[in-house]
T-cell receptor, first 113, second 108 residues
């Protein structure tokens, strides 16, 4: 039982490049989330998916897209990376709904030059 | 006013001391309160979960909620260097709202 897994662990991009961050959970959870964490800013919700087939914007969605591929997997795509997107990205999941306890993955550290 | 406020620290205390970490929140309707611990270069993990006012104890950790003053605390007894981490408080209504976290250093 791996919980929430994320790939890659670390990535360097040049401005304008695109990439997809992958997340998978094996806890049979319905809801999944993408956060970014920056010094002094705390965790900020980018997008979430309450259940398979649905996605909703969070606090800071601009510059990102998401896909809930199936119940297990939730990916985050940066179409044209910008230096302001340098951050640590965390995926999380919960059994159902945004009010339930969330379980986090280990994070992806992204540097955009 | 932010919904959850937390002093960012860092807070440095000697090994064995009692640590007190605190948060204030703005909405008196919040009923569920959580503490997450985040080690360096790791994701946050749930540490304590409490409902309404009162205390909850788990080993060396005690979570305390004072709803009258909208204040939540985490106490760590007999602190260890392995407790060095960032501690995030969180409150819950229709979603979970996280504080920004307090960095804690336990000095050997």
């Amino acid at each position: 039982n791996a919980g929430v897994t994320q790939t890659p662990k670390f990535q360097v991009l040049k401005t304008g490049q695109s990439m997809t961050l992958q997340c998978a959970q094996d806890m049979n959870h319905n809801s999944m989330y993408w956060y970014r964490q920056d010094p002094g800013m705390g965790l900020r919700l980018i997008y979430y998916s309450a259940s398979e087939g649905t996605t909703d914007k969070g606090e800071v969605p601009n510059g990102y897209n998401v896909s809930r591929l199936n119940k297990r997997e939730f990916s985050l795509r940066l179409e044209s990376a910008a230096p302001s997107q340098t951050s640590v990205y965390f995926c999380a999941s919960s059994s159902s709904g945004r009010s339930e306890t969330q379980y986090f993955g280990p994070g992806t550290r992204l540097l955009v030059l | 006013q932010k919904e959850v406020e937390q002093d960012p620290g860092p807070l440095s205390v000697p090994e064995g001391a009692i640590v007190s970490l605190n948060c204030t929140y703005s909405n008196s309707a919040f009923q569920y309160f959580m503490w997450y611990r985040q080690y360096s270069r790791k994701g946050p993990e749930l540490l304590m979960y409490t409902y309404s006012s009162g205390n909850k104890e788990d080993g060396r950790f005690t979570a305390q909620v004072d709803k009258s003053s909208k204040y939540i605390s985490l106490f760590i007894r007999d602190s260890q260097p392995s407790d060095s981490a960032t501690y995030l408080c969180a409150v819950r209504d229709d979603k979970i709202i996280f504080g920004k976290g307090t960095r804690l250093h336990i000095l050997p």
